[in-house]
């Protein structure tokens, strides 16, 4: 029935668990996509730190020469090498900054302490990789270590494709901001550069070996954090119990989608949240619904079926899920779940009651100190509460367990 560690767990389409005293959950997910070159970007706070692989989306190839159509003389082709690293610096710190300007944020502040960190955060990378985050101290970061967070990345300068310094920080910007090719996705990165409660900056590059580091670390000092309400700080840095990202805005993420889908475009009474994950209907055919809460006669989504979904839509107060153009279903009406976290391993700190996919005790219990397998993770929009599968209709608690 389960999927003890080191076994196969049985997958199937049974819905996502809504504890009986559940109403709404949500999910982000994403897979990665192994055809493209790797590289790999991670974010961190004191609170909690998570783990991204990411693919860059442009394949940009400057592995061939090119050749003058005109005078058939050869054109010099630029290399890592070529990069003026002071120059990318500068561009990631005005591209944050832009990303901020475009959420009513305020700017990030750049000072030498945080520079000097993040720098030799990069440099150390050349050596080891990136590696979810091994060896950051915050303490190195005094006196900017309060609410400290770390984004790092590194990719090959052949998907860079360029030596720009501008298009380079947009690059990485964008790829911290949409985690499009992350195993474990949970919009962190994005948060760290959004955080409304932090207030400075160093920036890291580095290039060695034709591949380009970066870092951004970021935090306080204890007279701008003592500005802050600490639940409010606290209750945002734990990235890694959000599975979807708050609402925000970033030309370069949101301009191609928005061309060709309308349904990605925020307006009255419509507000939209990414997420990566789906939908399973329940027992009944669901409705399906469009952007202005209107409920279609003619088509509905049959029972027991899993959807795909990546935004949470607010229409007139009310959260659905979007399943297709112009197309949402109520959350109330589905079992939204994320697959994201799949291969990952639990332990139950305690004798872990077994619940099935609607939330009903089962009256079967795990033992204390096993581990086991899960595929698929329900979160609760209103309390934030979460629980875990690790069988064909078998469900356990957060709180049972640990990670």
């Known amino acids: 029935m389960f999927s003890k560690i080191k076994k196969i767990a049985v997958l199937l389409a049974s819905g ?20 493209t070159a790797v590289s790999t970007a991670t974010n961190n706070t004191d609170n909690g730190n998570s783990q991204v692989n990411a693919n860059d989306s442009n394949t940009d190839n400057n592995g061939s020469t090119t050749n003058n159509t005109d005078n058939q003389s050869a054109v010099t082709q630029s290399s890592a090498s070529d990069i003026d690293v002071s120059a990318v610096k500068a561009a990631m710190l005005t591209e944050i900054n832009r990303l901020r300007a475009q959420n009513g944020l305020n700017p990030l502040t750049s000072v030498d302490v945080l520079n000097t960190y993040a720098q030799s955060r990069t440099d150390s990378f050349t050596n080891t990789g990136v590696d979810d985050h091994a060896g950051w101290n ?12 770390e984004n790092i990345a590194q990719t090959p300068f052949s998907i860079l494709g360029t030596t720009d310094p501008t298009t380079i920080a947009q690059k990485i910007t964008t790829e911290f901001y949409v985690e ?16 409304p409660y932090v207030n400075y900056i160093g920036i890291g590059v580095t290039v060695a070996n034709g591949m ?23 209750n945002y840095y734990l990235t890694n119990n ?10 370069l993420a949101d301009s191609a989608r928005q061309s060709t889908n309308d349904d990605y475009i925020s307006k009255d009474n419509y507000t939209i949240m990414d997420l990566r994950g789906g939908v399973t209907t329940k027992g009944d055919y669901v409705s399906i619904y469009d952007k202005d809460g209107n409920k279609y006669d003619s088509i509905a989504l049959q029972p027991h079926t899993d959807w795909a979904s990546d935004l949470i839509a607010i229409i007139n107060n009310n959260i659905y899920f979007h399943v297709s153009t112009n197309g949402f279903v109520l959350a109330d009406d589905v079992l939204p779940w994320a697959t ?3 291969g990952t391993t639990v ?3 305690t004798d872990a009651q077994i619940y099935d996919d609607y939330g009903n005790p089962t009256g079967q ?9 899960t595929d698929r993770r329900s979160t609760n929009l209103m309390t934030g509460a979460k629980m875990y599968r690790v069988g064909t209709n078998a469900w356990l608690r957060a709180a049972d367990l640990s990670y």
């Open 16 to 35: 996502v668990l809504l504890s009986t005293s559940f109403s709404t959950t949500a999910f982000a997910d994403t897979t990665t996509d192994s055809d």
């Open 138 to 149: 915050s303490a190195n970061m005094y006196p900017y270590n309060q609410s400290a967070e």
């Open 180 to 195: 499009k090719y992350d195993p474990e996705p949970n919009y962190g990165h994005r948060k760290n550069m959004l955080n």
């Open 212 to 234: 380009v580091y970066f870092s951004q670390e970021i935090g306080n000092d204890k007279a701008a954090n003592d500005k802050n309400n600490s639940n409010d700080m606290y």
């Open 242 to 251: 959000n599975d979807f990202a708050n609402v925000s805005n970033y030309d």
């Open 340 to 342: 994201f976290l799949a």
């Open 347 to 349: 332990s139950t700190n």
């Open 365 to 373: 219990y795990l033992p204390a100190g096993s581990d086991w397998i």
